[in-house]
């Protein structure tokens, strides 16, 4: 039994309650990305972790996060949307008492798997119920750019009230902010989200199996690559298996009736050009928000508030940018404001790699307003090209698939750009290291020295030591930065080649009309 169109429209003051309700879980979803970057230097220091183990602590969530999402979809389809949110919903509130009780890196890691066990239910049918609640197209456009603009602001305000957080409660307070919320949201939403039916449909088993261990192993590649050495045969082992894995549920996605991912999304360039401009902001700016509390409390000693009253400017560029993104798409389509968005924070990106462990906040806070307005921009338009052109049966899986490949591309951001870092702040310091005449174990003490650094960092490294730490970080973070920034400037191009054809937006109801994957 399938979601009923005519289905008569709620109340407008419990639309509003809806609306704040999903808003509030996808903002607390979002957060917990990015709300644990200024925590980690005092993890580092309490719980004894390097910079690996710290990029699990991310890694963690993300990546199950990521996993997971496709799966999400499918429950929410089969079972009914809102009950599935609900599921959610509890467990990411429990992951969260479970990781601010967490004593080691091992039990936090785990504890973070569970939130993104949690995330990864109640995404996908965020956006449905979304669909749901409001029927009037105007309407929903509004509704779509609030929780679009939520969903990135959780994003930027993440690192602004994470750091004053930690200083003034620890680094356990970053979660145990999302209990009272989940509990609120748990009551809220029993009480004003609608009763959306599941469908007939078969639960995808194989892809749930073969796409979590592929992105695993390719996760785990790429994060322990840098440390153990490429040719090392753990890391090998795991990147071959990544690849035979990931293949193989490509494969089975195009065999199967029901599948998890729905390759057909990609053979319509506009939804292709969309879900590639998710994917590749997310590259780049997940990368760039997981060091940067890094360089700055422990390279530029700035205490964990400063470090995230820094990200102010870039949260209320997000705030601004929402909706003008929203009015652009709903004139132009979404090209120009998508196109717009991964450019400015290319441009962003590449700007902050120019000013090193010296510069002064003034300087460079011009990159910080760029970089926000980019994100910000880029947010609705995904969300409503899936809309305009995807058929409300598939909504859910369409919306998980939007969603997943923004936490996949998180994922591989802080994989990636955290091995170039790694790579080149390891080269660096070597030769830095040999230039001091110290012996070559001294490398991994600097290394997690710099990794677990505070505003009073214990047993502090001799002054020549410590700065060839210093100088090489920031050369590694100036590289991440500009791969980052490659990477967008050639999604842009090709997000702008892809959406050629959305110049005028595609009315909803000839959408639905249209099969998934179909050219307008």
Do not use: K
């Not at 183990?53 to 809102?82: C, I, K, M, N, P």
């Not at 039916?197 to 840098?226: K, N």
């Not at 090209?385 to 919306?399: K, N």
């Amino acid at each position: 039994m399938g979601e009923t169109e005519g289905t008569a429209a709620p109340g407008a003051r419990r639309r509003r309650l809806a609306l704040a309700t999903l808003c509030i879980t996808m903002f607390m979803s979002m957060l917990d990305n990015v709300i644990v970057n200024n925590a980690l230097p005092r993890i580092g220091r309490d719980l004894d972790a390097g910079i690996t183990g710290l990029q699990w602590v991310a890694e963690g969530y993300s990546l199950v996060f990521a996993a997971l999402l496709l799966t999400g979809g499918a429950l929410g389809d089969r079972y009914g949307r809102t009950a599935v949110f609900r599921i959610g919903l509890a467990l990411f509130t429990a992951g969260s008492a479970a990781a601010a009780l967490a004593g080691s890196v091992g039990t936090l890691v785990a504890a973070r798997m569970l939130q993104g066990i949690g995330a990864a239910l109640l995404t996908p049918g965020s956006l449905a119920i979304l669909r749901h609640v409001f029927t009037d197209e105007r309407e929903r456009t509004r509704a779509i750019g609030t929780w679009s603009g939520v969903s990135a602001l959780g994003l930027s305000v993440g690192p602004v009230v994470g750091g004053p957080m930690v200083e003034a409660f620890g680094w356990a307070s970053v979660f145990w902010i999302n209990v009272p919320i989940g509990v609120a949201a748990l009551v809220l939403s029993g009480r004003v989200l609608p009763a959306i039916p599941g469908r007939a449909r078969r639960v995808d088993l194989g892809g749930l199996v073969l796409s979590a261990t592929g992105l695993g192993a390719a996760v785990h590649t790429l994060v322990e690559g840098p440390e153990r050495g490429w040719t090392d045969t753990r890391v090998l082992a795991t990147a071959v298996l990544a690849v035979l894995l990931l293949t193989a549920f490509l494969l089975l996605e195009r065999r199967i009736a029901e599948p998890m991912l729905d390759l057909r999304l990609f053979r319509d360039g506009v939804l292709g050009g969309a879900l590639l401009g998710g994917f590749a902001v997310s590259f780049g700016m997940f990368g760039a928000l997981f060091f940067l509390p890094l360089l700055m409390q422990g390279v530029l000693d700035w205490s964990p508030t400063a470090a995230g009253l820094a990200g102010l400017p870039m949260t209320a560029m997000i705030v601004v940018a929402g909706p003008v993104s929203a009015r652009l798409t709903g004139r132009h389509g979404p090209r120009l404001p998508l196109v717009l968005g991964i450019a400015l924070c290319a441009l962003g990106l590449a700007g902050l790699s120019l000013y090193g462990e010296n510069a002064r906040y003034g300087e460079y806070l011009w990159t910080l307003f760029v970089l926000g307005l980019g994100m910000g921009m880029t947010f609705t338009p995904v969300s409503i090209a899936v809309l305009q052109r995807v058929a409300p049966e598939r909504m859910g899986t369409a919306s998980a698939t939007v969603n997943t490949l923004r936490e996949l591309g998180g994922v591989l951001g802080i994989a990636v750009l955290g091995a170039v870092l790694t790579h080149r702040l390891t080269t660096a310091l070597t030769a830095a290291l040999t230039g001091l005449g110290l012996p070559a174990d001294a490398l991994g003490r600097t290394t997690d020295t710099l990794a677990t650094a505070t505003t009073a960092p214990v047993d502090p490294l001799p002054a020549p030591v410590q700065h060839a730490v210093e100088h090489a970080f920031t050369d590694g973070i100036h590289l991440a930065l500009r791969t980052g920034s490659a990477a967008l400037a050639v999604a842009a191009v090709l997000v702008a080649l892809l959406l050629r054809g959305s110049g005028r937006p595609v009315a909803p109801a000839a959408a639905a009309d249209r099969p998934v994957g179909a050219r307008a």
